[in-house]
């Protein structure tokens, strides 16, 4: 993903719960759309890969609902890690790793990722990653992803841009957003359309494919294995 995205999340660990919050509409609804779409019962002892945890609040919502998961968590920034094992306890695993070069050791039941994939830079980066994350699924496992997406025509995609500038203009500086959120995203960011996702995931192999949430260019959905 490279030193500059790396970077970004280091520098920003301590604060990423307060700003996410800001940043992403409705972030609080995506987490729950996550959570309810695991289609096991809560007293289920499954096992659950978190891809790009960050500071672990998707996690901590898996585990509030399911007690007896078991949790490894992914992310290139050794900061967020950090947090989320406080966050979850020193026994769940974590992995500190860059998505382009990470292999699954073992098969899951449940993985998930939230504002991550978007980062993998061409459509074969994610096609590969994805074709990973379903081997790396247990049979009948689920993959629930909430990420950015983009629009299938620019006109609309001004939109999506104009829709998420306006949210964040209700607590975040429109000089904060100008000079540093926008750039950020031009710079950093690789999303493609949401339905180029879910094309995708049929080519690897998932089935059941739906789409659980979606605000403007920020989604939630998933294919099960």
Request: with cysteine; charged share 25%; aromatic share 12%.
């Amino acid at each position: 993903m490279g030193n500059r995205v790396k970077n970004h999340f280091e520098n920003e660990a301590q604060e990423y719960d307060e700003i996410i919050i800001k940043l992403i509409p409705y972030y609080k609804e995506m987490i729950h759309a996550i959570v309810a779409a695991i289609p096991f019962s809560s007293n289920k002892e499954i096992d659950v890969m978190d891809l790009g945890c960050g500071t672990g609040t998707i996690s901590l919502a898996v585990r509030e609902k399911y007690s007896l998961a078991k949790f490894t968590m992914v992310d290139i920034a050794e900061n967020m890690i950090r947090i989320a094992q406080q966050k979850l306890g020193i026994t769940t695993q974590s992995i500190h790793a860059d998505f382009n070069d990470f292999n699954f050791d073992k098969q899951h039941d449940v993985i998930i990722s939230s504002l991550a994939l978007h980062h993998l830079e061409t459509d074969a980066d994610k096609q590969l990653f994805y074709n990973k994350i379903y081997k790396a699924l247990k049979k009948d496992g689920i993959f629930i992803n909430g990420d950015v997406v983009k629009a299938q025509t620019e006109q609309l995609q001004e939109t999506f841009i104009e829709e998420w500038v306006n949210y964040m203009k209700r607590s975040v500086d429109i000089r904060e957003i100008e000079e540093k959120w926008l750039p950020n995203y031009y710079a950093e960011d690789r999303p493609i359309s949401l339905m180029n996702h879910l094309a995708m995931l049929e080519k690897s192999g998932f089935k059941d494919i739906d789409v659980i949430w979606k605000y403007y260019g920020f989604s939630v959905y998933k294919g099960s294995k």
